[in-house]
Structures are given as C-alpha cells and as structure tokens.
C-alpha cells in the first residue's frame, strides 16, 4: 500500500523534543545498521573486537593512557571506588546537587557520603564548601577518603581547587564525568582528570549508545590493571581464574560497535551542541538567568539550564512552555541531601544554601545537536513570551 503524500496544509509543524535522538539515528543510520549488522554476524557479543576498539579510540580522543568499557555510569563508578580499595567506614565527599548514582555508589560499599554544596555560577562542587566538608570530617574522627567531583550539565568542575585540596588532604579523586565526555578543563579532556574518571553512555548523555553502557579512564596502570579484572568476575589468567572479588559489567558488543560510529561524529556535534547554546544565551540573558561557563572550561551541554525566579515562577513558565509544545525538565528537584533515604548521610552545617535554591530555580530547555534555528526560535519565543 502506498500512502498519499500529505498536502502542506496538513502537515504538521515538527514536534520538539527534550534530546531527539530519532534525528542523530536518521543521519547515521546506514553505518550504525551495518555495525550491528557485523556484530550480529561475527557473534562475539561479549568482549568482542568493538569493545578493544572503542577503548582505543576513546583513549586517543580523551587523552586518557587507559580506557575501559563497562555496563553503565553506575557500575564505572562502583569500578573506581574498588580499585582504590574503599572500605566500610571511609568517607567521600560529594556534591548534592547531582544524580543520585553518585552517592548511590558510595553507599554500596558501607562508606559514608558527606554532602558538599555547589557554586553560584556554574553549580558544579563549591572548593570552600569541599574544605568545609574535609574539616568537618577531620574534627569528628572520620576516615576521610575521596573526593567525587561531579561535572554538572557538562561543564568541568574546579578542578584546579579540588585537585589541590585533595592533594593536601590525602584524598583521592574521582571525576563523576557522566554529563560531561568531550568537555575540556584548561585545555585537559575530561577523561585525564583526577585518579579516575568515570562516564555513562546512557542514550540521553552527550555520547550515548542504544541502551546502558559506561567507561572508566585513568592514567594509571595498575588501577587499569584491576578495574579490567574486576569488571569480569575479578579475573586472572583468565575468567575462571578469579584472583579478587569482582562483579560483572561489562560494555555489551553490540552498544561499542554503536558508539563507534557515533564517536566518529561526536566533535561535529560537540561543535552544534555549543552553537544551540550560544544562540540560546544571547536571546535569553535578558529574560533569564543563563549557564555560565568559567575560564578556559568548554561544556559538552548535556543539559542547558535557566534559572528563574523561584519554584513557583518556574512551574508557570514550565506550564506555559508546555502548552505551546515545548518540553522542559527540572535537573535536580530534590537534591539528595534532602532526600529521605540520603538525610541520614552528613551534611556539614545541616543545609546546602546554593543546592537548595538551585532546587527550586533552574530549568533545562531542550538541548540537541540536530535542533534547527526554526525550532530553537519556537523555543526562544515561547520562553520570552512568558516573561
Ligand atoms: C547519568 C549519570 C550517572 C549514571 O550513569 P548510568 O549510566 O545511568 O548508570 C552518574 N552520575 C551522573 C552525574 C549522571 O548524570
């Protein structure tokens, strides 16, 4: 059956998406069908020659001397805190605004996530409030232990600051860089940051594949050494020579032969990422309060975010977006040092002013490589009008 095409009049306007990953599929479709088309073939489904490949690439594109595939941004986190050997007891610093996998993955192992607050500016960790966090510990006889920074919206955190204090304090350091792959710290990749880096490619994140996946980087050896092991079983020789306790999370076959593919095109959308960005800030810092990078930082824009008023102009204007078809989302409504399960974890001097009222403030636009003017000036004009 064939169908008739539609009169112009009848079509309609493109709907808007929050990430539009239906428009990055369209544009590499004929590649990534023949990559999975490959694996299926080959049928090495898992480790298959994908995995060794795309960590090669990812290595030579992070500046990282080691990369490692694993199952998701949860478990390369989980990775890195076993490699450093954390134990019950020991604490880690992290900030509260952020996804709950941050400290989620500190709880798993008994130790103790403290609480730290963000800056005004770009809401990544706050040094001061690190420092204040790190005395604290200090001064009620906990076993202070790391540092996971968190690179918020895809901008790279402090990490000059934070990589002193750890520095002075004995402290490892673990970048959170979920939201931030292809981003760039004074002319560092994210990947050659801190002890070790973690990452997620969850389809929504700035590199993502076709369901879960993730990968640790490091400059270090022996840390590669053991996250390769663990990530299968805590492997040896071989996996039925089990020379630690490890888990199983590994990058699926089928997930790395996407990424390749998608990795070849990454900087072109990092570079139309920063263009969707640009245009939104310089038609909106009049209206709103726009995302502010610091020196020498580039983002990758896993998220633009705004912030309002307070809680109550932001669900009008959320109302008023989405009657006229654009979606918006709150990145993070509830901090997790506000969340019930997490309370019980410190949070030095009991509350987090700057998270809290991010909280109530900020709001994401729809953020994409593939959004066109047309659509970015439907988007502008529905935020402008409201105001
Ligand atoms: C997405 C995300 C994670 C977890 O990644 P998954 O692949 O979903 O497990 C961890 N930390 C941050 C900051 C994230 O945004």
New binding site residues.
């Given amino acids: 059956m064939t169908l008739a095409p539609l009169s112009n009049d009848v079509v309609s306007k493109k709907k808007i998406e929050f990430i539009d990953l239906k428009a990055q599929y369209e544009s590499i479709k004929g590649k990534v069908d023949a990559a999975i088309l490959h694996v299926l073939e080959h049928g090495h489904y898992i480790m298959g020659p994908e995995v060794q490949i795309l960590e090669s690439q990812l290595s030579a594109f992070c500046g990282a001397t080691h990369s490692l595939g694993c199952a998701?941004?949860?478990?390369?986190?989980g990775l890195a805190m076993r490699a450093l050997d954390i134990q019950a007891g020991d604490v880690v610093f992290v900030p509260s605004f952020?996804?709950?996998?941050?400290a989620e993955?500190v709880c798993w192992f008994e130790a103790t996530p403290v609480f730290v607050d963000v800056e005004e500016g770009t809401y990544n960790m706050c040094a001061n409030s690190l420092k204040a966090a790190i005395d604290y510990a200090h001064s009620a006889g906990l076993r202070a232990k790391g540092i996971i920074s968190?690179?918020?919206f895809g901008q790279p955190a402090n990490y000059d600051a934070i990589e002193a204090l750890a520095k002075e304090n004995d402290l490892w350091l673990i970048c959170?860089?979920?939201?931030s792959f292809g981003a760039t710290y004074k002319g560092r990749p994210v990947g050659s940051i801190g002890d070790i880096t973690?990452t997620?490619?969850?389809p929504?994140?700035p590199l993502g594949c076709y369901g879960?996946?993730?990968a640790v980087f490091t400059n270090n050896a022996q840390l590669c050494e053991v996250m390769g092991s663990l990530r299968v079983h805590g492997k040896g020789a071989d996996k039925y020579d089990n020379v630690r306790i490890g888990v199983n999370s590994r990058l699926d076959t089928l997930q790395a032969a996407v990424l390749i593919e998608k990795l070849s095109i990454f900087s072109k959308e990092l570079k139309a990422r920063q263009r969707v960005a640009d245009r939104y800030s310089s038609a909106l810092r009049d209206v709103v309060r726009v995302p502010v990078l610091a020196d020498e930082v580039t983002s990758s824009w896993?998220q633009y975010t705004i912030r309002v008023k307070d809680a109550t102009q932001r669900q009008d204007l959320m109302d008023h977006l989405k009657e006229r078809g654009v979606p918006s989302v709150v990145y993070y409504i509830k901090p997790l040092h506000m969340q019930k399960i997490y309370a019980q974890y410190p949070t030095p001097g009991g509350s987090l002013p700057v998270t809290e009222a991010l909280a109530d403030s900020v709001l994401s636009l729809p953020m994409h490589p593939y959004m066109d003017e047309a659509q970015q000036d439907e988007i502008i004009a529905a935020v402008r009008s409201f105001f």
């Fill in positions: 998701n941004g949860t478990d390369a986190l952020t996804f709950a996998a941050t993955s968190v690179d918020i959170d860089s979920a939201q973690t997620s490619f969850f929504a994140k879960d996946g993730g896993a």
